[in-house]
Structure formats: C-alpha cells, structure tokens
C-alpha cells in the first residue's frame, strides 16, 4: 500500500501544480498521512480511515484560512464616487421603455429608477448604485 499513497500524493500535488485553485492539496496532505499510517500498520482499514479524516480535517482547517487571504476585494473605480449623491434628472426615467438621464458633479448618466416608478425630469434624485453603465437612483426625499 505504500506505493499506493506515495501515487495518491504525487497525483494530488500534479493536478494541484496544474490548477493552482486548491482542488487537491487536502487529499495530498492526507496521502502523506495515509502513507505515514501504511508504514506503521498493514491494516487498509485504518489506513483509508486516516486518509479520509486528514483530508477532511485539513479542508475545514486550512481552506477557510486560505480563502480568506485568497479573496479578492471589488475593484474601486472613479463612478464609485457617485454613489450616495445627489443627482438631477435631466431626461424622465422610465425602467419601461428603457430611458432615462440624470446630472451628478457635471456628468450625464444613462439611469433607472431602483423601484421601477418613473421619475420626471427636474426631479432631485440620490444615486444608490451602479449597474453596468448606468446609475440605479430613488427620489429624494
């Protein structure tokens, strides 16, 4: 069974060279333990049983941790600072037939109203969002 986990173990760290999305590192970790396991026991039982519980363990210890370093906060880009603003509409929103314009810090934006209602041009609205290219406003209040 030796040769069996050192395969495991070879295969796992290959595929995980390959991808570089941490598919297969848990069951190389618990390959190496497997193998560990083999060189004191000739019992397959228990050797898969280790496999399995290093496995498991190492993908509910390690992978939160790593997800965490691994995550990727959203991009900030400059219309970010249109968000929270106070904004005039220059062309009535209307979600329906698909128009609709509104004035923030000196520029035209394409917008839609967030509850689908039509907003009449003139009317002061905050931006909430950004879809795309287009702000997602709701009527002052």
């Known amino acids: 069974m030796i040769w069996v986990w050192i ?5 796992a760290i290959i595929v995980e060279a390959v991808s570089a999305q941490l ?3 848990w069951f190389a970790l618990g390959g190496i333990a497997a193998l560990i396991t083999s060189l004191v026991t000739d019992s397959i ?9 290093v496995s498991v363990i190492s993908l509910a210890v390690i992978f939160p941790f790593v997800k965490n370093i691994l ?22 929103i209307s979600n329906i037939d698909a128009k609709g ?31 795309g290219v287009k702000l997602i406003v709701s009527a002052a209040e």
């Open 101 to 131: 314009q509104v004035k923030v810090d000196n520029q035209i934006w394409s917008a839609r109203s967030e509850d689908g209602s039509q907003i009449a041009e003139g009317t002061r609205v905050n931006v909430l969002r950004i879809e």
């Open 45 to 53: 039982a228990v050797q898969i049983i280790v496999f399995v519980a």
């Open 71 to 92: 995550k990727k906060e959203p991009v900030k880009t400059n219309a970010d600072r249109y968000i929270g603003k106070l904004a005039v509409v220059t062309e009535g």
């Open 7 to 11: 395969a495991v173990t070879v295969i």
């Open 23 to 25: 598919l297969s590192i």
